[in-house]
């Protein structure tokens, strides 16, 4: 069975068959019979989601998988079930840089709760799951129980040290004040500027925007305020009542080695799952798990590959600097200091002792800017020496060390639960459920943006009939061997004259017609 079919398939498969006629009433119907089954009905999952934590921590030995219910008379109800899985402990106290970025998004099964995550980063800026949890609605209190358990599992004793980066949740801004005191909070730019277009809409304005959030030092970013005030002085104002150590890199601190304005890391991580968020409670659990244990073991995997100290995208970011670096002039002032002459337009101080850069990009993400780089090739140093340890080949194995242990069925589970919970009551929202993300006024349509071919037929390149391709094909193979491709035109000449040439020639023929001959 494809739990996934849709209504429009089944007709499809069935159009000839004896179930050519089925209604989409009886197909739905159907299909919610077959998936209780085969995967269990609502009600015995949460029955059984108490043992299903007892088998988390028994498999993966130091993993946190806690439940919260509610009582009501004799009769125990779910309200909040949180996991954390060993190996992601482990991964991110020993390669992650110190920052988290945590968020929330919509389940559209049964309970129609929350999944609230925080995710790390490792060394090739990628996504580090860290711990998820599915919660009943998103407000201070979940945030607050959820925050407080990712704190304890990862042992933080100093929030100061660590930068939270969040989509400014409902709830989610108090409980980091209250949890992280002191801590660096960001958030994402993308979510600041669809709440900025929302009375100051224009593409100038965005990026004047995205500009001043890019600026690196402190100067850059009050003269691109300058600008921004020149052009419209309410939306100047409205982006000033915004403490700019939340938005913009020019404020942003240095220890964290990561400099991202938006919260990609929680968005990739909603986007893989999203095949699970319509799932029953056990289900939905499991596939996570079941991702992260290949997700962990192909990391692994893949290191062997690396031939460079450190992986493919830092090596990208590096190409990238050095475009920049050919345009630099490096002048010694000390073994270690330099002036870099930027085009004749900038000049910055580097120091690759202290391993910073007047443009503090150096600094920000812990890899070599395009001023530095022209430094250290005039001092014939190698690049992989001046790239932070956070971004090193034993950093990502570090990482990945864990591993997360498989699980079997529940059949084969010890069912130890002597008062089984129920589900959360129902809570049915008016009108069809939408399986689709919400788009922007000004956002595109899926599908947009891709390129489409219109009006160019296949040729089969085996019988060369239109219409069609090769693995379709169901003629005989025509013979190529006597068929010639003419190009359509006049055929050129091999060597043709150069223009000059041919100028002399036309005025050589104007002059002999004038004098009455012709050449």
């Given at each position: 069975?494809?739990?996934?079919?849709?209504?429009?398939?089944?007709?499809?498969?069935?159009?000839?068959?004896k179930?050519a006629?089925?209604?989409?009433?009886a197909?739905?119907?159907?299909?919610?019979?077959?998936?209780?089954?085969?995967?269990?009905?609502?009600?015995?999952?949460?029955?059984?989601?108490?043992?299903?934590?007892?088998?988390?921590?028994?498999?993966?030995?130091?993993?946190?998988?806690?439940?919260?219910?509610?009582?009501?008379?004799?009769?125990?109800?779910?309200?909040?079930?949180?996991?954390?899985?060993?190996?992601?402990?482990?991964g991110?106290?020993?390669?992650c840089?110190?920052?988290?970025?945590?968020?929330g998004c919509?389940?559209?099964?049964?309970c129609?709760?929350?999944?609230?995550?925080?995710?790390?980063i490792?060394?090739?800026?990628?996504?580090?799951?860290?711990?998820?949890?599915?919660?009943?609605?998103?407000?201070?209190?979940?945030?607050?129980?959820?925050?407080?358990?990712?704190?304890?599992?990862?042992?933080?004793?100093?929030?100061?040290?660590?930068?939270?980066?969040s989509?400014?949740?409902?709830g989610?801004?108090?409980?980091?004040?209250?949890?992280?005191?002191?801590?660096?909070?960001r958030?994402?730019?993308?979510?600041?500027?669809?709440?900025?277009?929302?009375?100051?809409?224009?593409l100038?304005?965005?990026?004047?925007?995205?500009?001043?959030?890019?600026a690196?030092?402190?100067?850059?970013?009050?003269?691109r305020?300058?600008?921004?005030?020149?052009?419209?002085?309410?939306a100047?104002?409205?982006?000033?009542?915004?403490?700019?150590?939340?938005?913009?890199?020019?404020?942003?601190?240095e220890?964290?080695k990561?400099?991202?304005?938006?919260?990609?890391?929680c968005?990739?991580?909603n986007?893989?799952?999203?095949?699970?968020?319509?799932?029953?409670?056990?289900?939905?659990?499991?596939?996570?798990?079941?991702?992260l244990?290949?997700?962990?073991?192909?990391?692994r995997?893949s290191?062997?590959?690396?031939?460079?100290?450190?992986?493919?995208?830092?090596?990208?970011?590096i190409?990238?600097?050095?475009k920049?670096?050919?345009?630099?002039?490096?002048?010694?002032?000390?073994?270690?200091?330099?002036?870099?002459?930027?085009?004749?337009?900038?000049?910055?101080?580097?120091?690759?002792?202290?391993?910073?850069?007047?443009?503090?990009?150096?600094?920000?993400?812990?890899?070599?800017?395009?001023?530095?780089?022209a430094?250290?090739?005039?001092?014939?140093?190698?690049?992989?020496?001046?790239?932070?340890?956070?971004?090193?080949?034993?950093?990502?194995?570090?990482?990945?060390?864990?591993?997360i242990?498989?699980?079997?069925?529940?059949?084969?589970?010890?069912?130890?639960?002597?008062?089984p919970?129920?589900?959360?009551?129902?809570?049915?929202?008016?009108?069809?459920?939408?399986?689709?993300?919400?788009?922007?006024?000004?956002e595109?349509?899926?599908?947009?943006?891709?390129?489409?071919?219109?009006g160019?037929a296949?040729?089969?390149?085996?019988?060369?009939?239109?219409?069609?391709?090769m693995?379709?094909?169901?003629?005989?193979?025509?013979?190529?061997?006597?068929?010639?491709?003419?190009?359509?035109?006049?055929?050129?000449?091999?060597?043709?004259?150069?223009?000059?040439?041919?100028?002399?020639?036309?005025?050589?023929?104007?002059?002999?017609?004038?004098?009455?001959?012709?050449?």
């Amino acid at each position: 069975m494809n739990s996934s079919m849709s209504f429009k398939c089944f007709k499809e498969m069935t159009s000839k068959g004896k179930y050519a006629n089925t209604t989409s009433d009886a197909f739905y119907r159907a299909k919610k019979v077959a998936t209780e089954i085969l995967e269990g009905s609502v009600k015995e999952q949460y029955a059984i989601l108490e043992d299903y934590c007892n088998q988390i921590r028994a498999t993966n030995p130091g993993s946190t998988a806690i439940l919260k219910t509610r009582i009501e008379g004799d009769k125990r109800y779910f309200e909040r079930v949180y996991i954390c899985l060993q190996a992601c402990k482990e991964g991110f106290n020993r390669g992650c840089r110190p920052l988290i970025g945590v968020d929330g998004c919509f389940l559209k099964g049964y309970c129609k709760g929350m999944l609230l995550a925080a995710i790390g980063i490792d060394a090739v800026n990628a996504m580090f799951p860290i711990a998820y949890a599915v919660v009943e609605k998103e407000n201070k209190s979940s945030w607050t129980w959820f925050l407080e358990l990712v704190k304890e599992d990862l042992q933080i004793q100093n929030p100061q040290s660590f930068c939270m980066l969040s989509d400014r949740q409902k709830g989610l801004e108090k409980a980091l004040e209250k949890l992280f005191e002191g801590a660096e909070i960001r958030f994402c730019v993308r979510h600041l500027h669809a709440n900025f277009k929302k009375d100051y809409p224009g593409l100038l304005l965005k990026q004047m925007l995205w500009a001043a959030a890019r600026a690196t030092t402190k100067e850059e970013w009050r003269r691109r305020m300058y600008d921004f005030k020149q052009i419209s002085e309410p939306a100047y104002t409205w982006l000033s009542n915004k403490a700019p150590t939340e938005w913009t890199k020019s404020h942003f601190k240095e220890h964290v080695k990561c400099d991202m304005l938006c919260n990609n890391l929680c968005e990739s991580f909603n986007a893989a799952i999203i095949g699970a968020r319509d799932k029953t409670i056990i289900i939905l659990l499991e596939k996570i798990r079941y991702w992260l244990m290949r997700r962990f073991c192909t990391k692994r995997e893949s290191v062997k590959k690396w031939v460079h100290p450190v992986g493919k995208r830092i090596l990208d970011i590096i190409e990238k600097n050095k475009k920049v670096a050919r345009h630099c002039l490096p002048t010694m002032s000390t073994l270690t200091t330099f002036e870099v002459n930027f085009m004749n337009i900038e000049v910055f101080v580097v120091d690759l002792y202290k391993r910073t850069c007047a443009c503090r990009s150096f600094q920000l993400n812990g890899i070599p800017c395009g001023h530095a780089l022209a430094c250290i090739w005039f001092s014939n140093l190698d690049v992989m020496n001046f790239i932070d340890d956070f971004y090193k080949k034993v950093a990502f194995e570090a990482t990945y060390s864990g591993a997360i242990q498989p699980m079997s069925s529940p059949d084969k589970w010890s069912m130890t639960t002597q008062n089984p919970i129920l589900p959360p009551p129902e809570t049915s929202m008016p009108g069809r459920p939408k399986k689709s993300r919400r788009r922007e006024v000004d956002e595109p349509p899926p599908g947009a943006t891709k390129a489409r071919r219109f009006g160019k037929a296949n040729t089969c390149s085996n019988c060369k009939q239109p219409g069609h391709t090769m693995p379709t094909c169901k003629n005989a193979k025509v013979a190529t061997e006597h068929l010639t491709y003419k190009k359509p035109g006049r055929p050129k000449k091999k060597n043709p004259k150069p223009e000059s040439v041919k100028r002399r020639e036309r005025e050589n023929r104007q002059k002999a017609r004038a004098n009455g001959q012709y050449l």
